[in-house]
């Protein structure tokens, strides 16, 4: 099998005449996935904070179309390649396995897509179905200001989806150095929205578990041992880690300045109490830098024995015990309250550990199935 048919046998490499090279502008594709999933991710955040400050409004407000701009980018640009890949393979072109994945047959061979772009595309348009559900359900039931309604999870999980696509879209091309420090940015907005749709626990809330803390833990801890296990770099890891700090920091100013400015140039007022601080930012784990060093740092330390069966599983117990108790002193404090005894918390210290350790063995799966994604010479003397 050649890249020609858009696939490399895993382990295997193609002959030097056979093997194609990724043009300098591959790089494009794949950060303009990434600006949609930014956008999408920012706009999350600026829509949750302006039903907090200042409550239900049209479905057309600002924010939403910044949501929708986000998606719509990334499906654009992955549909752009699908279709670019599709001509080339009709073409008897050979077609780069590095730009977005191995190419796959779509509707029986109608299309050919890199699996990375077929993955956000796929992420995208069930965003905008998702979106119509969405408008046909206010329309019956009003405009809530919950995360958990049919139509929200739905949105959130499709863009989610949409993101996973961009860090597969990077994962491919690990070769570059554009594709390395794409990775992470990926990882970071992926990590960041997939806590917005956590949010939807609070529906099982009011027991002695904090449901919405535990899957928090599950994501971050999750994110972590994928983050490590595939970037496998300490500089490339530490920048996760600083990298979303900064983006929390980010958020954490932008989020309230939108909404006040927007709310002043529609002629809105704002609530009178508003919290204070802002809901997206406040939930993305300021322990995440200390999470990803000491699972590195395990991993460092077993070497092969890390491949073994209760290793991964073990270090996520650690890593979520420790995301999970870091995360609810961070949330007391961040909304003015006083601390608790620890047994309050005892609970849900507990179940967020197993979480980790859950996560700690998905993680370092998903972390291989992302180094499979590059063809065995991008994976070379790294």
């Keep these: 099998m050649t890249v020609a048919d858009g696939a490399l046998p895993i382990g295997g490499?193609?002959?030097?005449?056979?093997?194609?090279?990724?043009?300098?502008?591959?790089?494009?594709?794949?950060?303009?996935?990434?600006?949609?999933?930014?956008?999408?991710?920012?706009?999350?955040?600026?829509?949750?904070?302006?039903?907090?400050?200042?409550?239900?409004?049209?479905?057309?407000?600002?924010?939403?179309l910044f949501l929708y701009a986000g998606s719509a980018l990334s499906g654009l640009a992955s549909l752009a390649v699908v279709l670019m890949t599709t001509a080339a393979r009709r073409n008897d072109r050979a077609i780069d396995a590095t730009v977005g994945g191995r190419a796959v047959r779509v509707f029986g061979g109608t299309f050919a897509a890199p699996l990375g772009y077929l993955v956000s595309g796929t992420g995208s348009a069930g965003f905008l179905l998702y979106g119509l559900f969405d408008l046909w359900w206010h329309s019956l039931y009003g405009f809530d200001a919950v995360i958990a309604s049919p139509p929200h999870i739905g949105l959130l999980l499709s863009i989610t989806l949409s993101m996973v696509g961009a860090v597969m879209v990077f994962a491919a091309?690990?070769?570059?150095?554009?594709a390395r420090v794409g990775a992470v940015l990926a990882l970071i907005v992926t990590l960041a929205f997939s806590l917005v749709a956590a949010q939807g626990l609070e529906a099982f809330e009011g027991g002695p578990v904090d449901a919405i803390a535990v899957g928090v833990t599950f994501l971050t801890t999750l994110t972590v041992f994928t983050a490590v296990g595939f970037l496998r770099d300490t500089r490339l890891i530490l920048g996760f880690g600083v990298a979303f700090a900064l983006a929390q920091g980010l958020l954490w100013w932008f989020?309230?300045?939108?909404?006040?400015?927007?709310?002043?140039?529609?002629?809105?007022?704002?609530?009178?109490y508003v919290p204070a601080a802002p809901l997206v930012p406040s939930q993305m784990p300021m322990s995440l830098l200390v999470a990803a060093v000491l699972t590195w740092g395990i991993m460092r330390a077993v070497g092969r024995r890390w491949t073994g069966l209760l290793a991964a599983?073990?270090?996520?117990?650690?890593?979520?015990?420790?995301?999970?108790?870091?995360?609810?002193?961070?949330?007391?404090?961040?909304?003015?309250?006083?601390?608790?005894?620890?047994?309050?918390?005892?609970?849900?210290?507990?179940?967020?550990?197993?979480?980790g350790a859950l996560a700690g063995f998905l993680g370092r799966r998903f972390a291989v199935m992302l180094r499979v994604m590059a063809p065995v010479t991008s994976q070379e003397g790294r």
Excluded: N
């Design 13 to 64: 490499r193609a002959p030097a005449s056979t093997r194609a090279v990724t043009t300098p502008k591959g790089w494009v594709p794949a950060y303009v996935v990434l600006l949609g999933a930014a956008f999408s991710l920012t706009a999350a955040s600026w829509d949750i904070q302006w039903h907090i400050d200042v409550g239900p409004d049209t479905f057309f407000t600002l924010p939403h």
């Design 173 to 178: 091309g690990m070769e570059h150095p554009w």
């Design 255 to 272: 989020s309230p300045w939108a909404t006040r400015a927007y709310a002043a140039g529609v002629g809105l007022p704002l609530r009178d």
């Design 313 to 355: 599983p073990l270090t996520g117990l650690l890593v979520g015990a420790l995301v999970t108790t870091c995360g609810l002193v961070q949330t007391i404090l961040a909304y003015g309250h006083s601390l608790p005894s620890f047994l309050p918390l005892a609970p849900t210290v507990a179940v967020g550990a197993l979480a």
